[in-house]
C-alpha cells in the first residue's frame, strides 16, 4: 500500500508540473512579445543577388544616363582642292600641235581666243565627242598674235590613228550649177551629206558586196557620173572599200 500512494505522488507532481510549462501559449523566457501580439521574427536573406536596404558592399546600378556611352562624330572629308585654270597667254595664239584636243582648246582659249573650231583631218567627216581621244595635226592660223575675233581651226584624228602625210580636203563637196564634183578619196558620208539636196545617193562594196553601214569607215573609189558631168535627175553611184584597203 505504501507503494502504491509512493507512486501515485509521483505521477501528480509530474502532472502539476507540465501544467506549469509553457504548453499554454505563453512565450517562452527571455522572448520579447510585441504589444499587438505578432511574432517579431529576423528578417531573412533576400533573393540572391538582391542588396539589402544598409548593405554596404553591394554598388548601386548605374543610371540609364551615366552608364550609357557616346560616340564621338567621324570627321567630315577635306574638301577636295580646285584645280587653277591655265595662266592666260600674252603672246597670241599658242602651238598646239600634238597635244591632245581638249588640252589644245584649253590653251587657245585661255589664251584669249575663244573661236575654236576642229575637223577630222583625214577628211572623214567625224565628230570629236570626246575631246581627249583626239589629237591635234594641224592648225590655222599658226602660233603668233592675231586678232581675237579670228577663228583658230584645228585638224585632228584618233590618237590610234597617224596625221596625213599631206593635207586632205575637208571642206563638204558641193555641185554648183548642178556639175558633179569630184569625190573620189572622200568618204561615203561626207558626200551623201553635202549632196543630199541633190540627188540621192547610192554606195557599193567593190570588194565582197558587204553592207556600208558607218559610212565614215568607207572612202570612195569610183564615181558615176564622173567629174564635171551634169548631175543626173534620179541619183549618183559610189563604188567604196573601207579606209585602209586599196581600190581595186
Not at 85 to 98: D, I, W
Amino acid at each position: 500500500m505504501i507503494a502504491l500512494a509512493v507512486v501515485l505522488l509521483i505521477l501528480a507532481a509530474l502532472i502539476d508540473r507540465g501544467s506549469c510549462s509553457n504548453g499554454n501559449g505563453a512565450a517562452p523566457a527571455g522572448a520579447s512579445v510585441p504589444a499587438d501580439g505578432s511574432s517579431s521574427a529576423a528578417p531573412g536573406p533576400g533573393p540572391p543577388g538582391a542588396a539589402g536596404p544598409h548593405d554596404p558592399g553591394q554598388a548601386p546600378a548605374p543610371s540609364a544616363k551615366t552608364g550609357a556611352r557616346t560616340t564621338p562624330p567621324a570627321a567630315a572629308p577635306a574638301p577636295t582642292p580646285t584645280p587653277a585654270p591655265p595662266a592666260t597667254s600674252s603672246g597670241g595664239v599658242p602651238q598646239v600641235v600634238g597635244l591632245d584636243l581638249q588640252k589644245a582648246r584649253d590653251a587657245v582659249w585661255y589664251s584669249g581666243y575663244h573661236f575654236i573650231k576642229s575637223h577630222d583631218a583625214l577628211g572623214r567627216g567625224r565628230m570629236q565627242i570626246l575631246l581627249s581621244n583626239w589629237q591635234v595635226c594641224d592648225q590655222n592660223p599658226g602660233p603668233g598674235k592675231i586678232d581675237k575675233d579670228t577663228t583658230v581651226r584645228l585638224g585632228v584624228v584618233r590618237k590610234d590613228e597617224d596625221c596625213p602625210s599631206v593635207p586632205l580636203p575637208t571642206a563638204k563637196p558641193s555641185a554648183p550649177e548642178g556639175i558633179m564634183p569630184n569625190v573620189v578619196g572622200r568618204s561615203v558620208n561626207v558626200v551623201r551629206e553635202a549632196l543630199r539636196d541633190e540627188v540621192k545617193v547610192d554606195a557599193d562594196d567593190l570588194k565582197s558586196g558587204r553592207a556600208i553601214i558607218v559610212e565614215n569607215h568607207w572612202q570612195v573609189c569610183t564615181q558615176d557620173p564622173a567629174p564635171g558631168a551634169a548631175l543626173p535627175e534620179d541619183k549618183i553611184r559610189l563604188g567604196a572599200v573601207k579606209f585602209g584597203e586599196k581600190c581595186p
